[in-house]
């Protein structure tokens, strides 16, 4: 049964922490080892899709996550002379998400949700600056060691430690030595961009009115002579997320672009906005006036890379989020996909039958053949939109021009449509009603555990 479990979290991201919430939930033993020393408030914004606002309401989190988030309501794209080249929009009078689907998009500072993450899970089961220099793994347990010499055992590992994930790498390690890791596992990551990002505070609306409104609208701005694309989201609580990439995928093959460019910490934040702080804003004045407003503490420089990994478990060790699927955020869908895939990975585990090897394989297979596809189609998707968001020349000025003029709101609905397919829930909670007018989204089953006597509110 699920009360047999004890499962070791590596990592407390958006996807390790998602998943230890509703772990908790569950009633299913957990603990989560992060290897910094303290969890600091880095990072821009994210937008959370809208069917994960059913789970968030099964969480009791939806009121906070309302009042923490504006809904998102457009992308508008500019060249740098900041003309407009198109925008997609996410409201009246585009495409009317929240009447279609119940909700709009939410846009967060990554900060916020983290925090609020964090007020639901116990302190003591966070251990802080636990770096994991190996596993070992048999029938019976998976052990976990750290550079501090501490040992930790359970039945369960989960890799959710980012796009150089030392679960995975140890994993992989393991697997390799017995000769069956995919060759394309072992090849490093596509590293197209270098990134800065933060997010600016205690603004003006007088200065930025964009402030005063109901809506996250994006502006994005894509340089004709430079690599450089700057974006910009307003948030809630008088602040502006932003985020500038420079492209880098014709600096040469992956692994030489990793020995040039990936220089981090806040040296290398603070050089690379020396250099981009002359760019102009939308909001008048130029991209260093926002940056100027951000604590330069909490102004992060990143490598923005992509794959696809194929193998994600073996024995009693199982990757998510970054770990198995990193992708480039120009699409919007890491940590959705990374919460997706704690909702799913939680689902099974409550339902498990016992803690034998056997049973702990068949839920790792049940999930792999959940989240293979989806993870896939957001990396494939992830890359083509930053492709399409940063390519230069006719061609790619006429292709930006056509997605964002010229595709007839029927075809947006379709697309979107297809994305609410599914509006999957907490397995093992009463259910939420669906909202909104589309009445095509499917939901899975509630948990075999939970008697049919129960009050789910079936959606289907």
Not at 427 to 437: A, E, M, Q
Request: charged letters at 20%.
């Amino acid at each position: 049964m699920a009360s047999q479990l004890h499962v070791l979290i590596v990592g407390a991201g958006v996807g390790g922490l998602m998943l230890a919430v509703l772990l908790e939930q569950a009633h299913i033993s957990y603990e989560i080892f992060e290897k910094a020393k303290e969890l600091r408030p880095l990072g821009s914004a994210l937008s959370l899709h809208n069917s994960l606002m059913v789970i968030f309401e099964q969480l009791g989190m939806y009121q906070e996550i309302l009042r923490i988030s504006k809904p998102f309501g457009a992308l508008h794209l500019r060249k740098e002379d900041l003309s407009l080249t198109g925008s997609l929009l996410a409201r009246p009078p585009g495409v009317d998400c929240a009447e279609h689907y119940g909700d709009y998009n939410r846009v967060i500072g990554r900060p916020e949700l983290m925090s609020m993450f964090l007020e639901r899970i116990p302190p003591h089961k966070i251990h802080y600056n636990k770096r994991v220099l190996s596993t070992k793994q048999d029938d019976n347990e998976v052990i976990l060691q750290c550079s501090d010499n501490t040992l930790y055992s359970g039945s369960i590992l989960v890799g959710a430690d980012g796009a150089y994930s030392s679960v995975r790498q140890n994993l992989y390690r393991q697997l390799a030595k017995q000769g069956v890791l995919p060759k394309a596992d072992a090849k490093p990551l596509g590293y197209g961009y270098d990134c800065v990002v933060g997010i600016a505070s205690d603004l003006d609306p007088k200065v930025y009115p964009v402030l005063n409104s109901e809506y996250c609208e994006f502006e994005a701005v894509l340089s004709k002579d430079t690599p450089y694309t700057w974006w910009f989201m307003p948030l809630v609580g008088n602040k502006i997320a932003w985020m500038v990439t420079h492209d880098v995928r014709k600096e040469g093959t992956d692994e030489e672009r990793n020995f040039r460019f990936s220089e981090w910490g806040q040296t290398a934040a603070s050089e690379m906005c020396s250099r981009v702080r002359d760019l102009p804003s939308p909001y008048g004045g130029v991209v260093g006036d926002i940056i100027d407003k951000t604590p330069p503490d909490l102004i992060s420089k990143v490598m923005l890379e992509d794959k696809f990994f194929s193998t994600w478990y073996s024995g009693r060790t199982v990757l998510l989020g970054d770990a198995c699927h990193k992708m480039v955020p120009f699409g919007g869908q890491g940590a959705n996909i990374a919460i997706l895939s704690a909702l799913h990975l939680t689902n099974l585990l409550f339902d498990i039958y016992s803690a034998s090897q056997d049973e702990i394989t068949r839920v790792f297979r049940e999930y792999y053949a959940m989240r293979r596809k989806p993870g896939k189609v957001s990396v494939d998707g992830s890359n083509k939109t930053g492709s399409l968001l940063h390519k230069k020349g006719a061609m790619a000025n006429s292709l930006r021009h056509m997605f964002l003029n010229w595709i007839p709101k029927w075809a947006i609905i379709l697309g979107s449509n297809k994305l609410n397919a599914r509006r999957d829930q907490i397995s093992f909670l009463p259910y939420v009603k669906l909202r909104g007018s589309f009445t095509g989204s499917q939901v899975n089953p509630p948990s075999r555990r939970v008697s049919e006597k129960a009050a789910f509110a079936r959606t289907i």
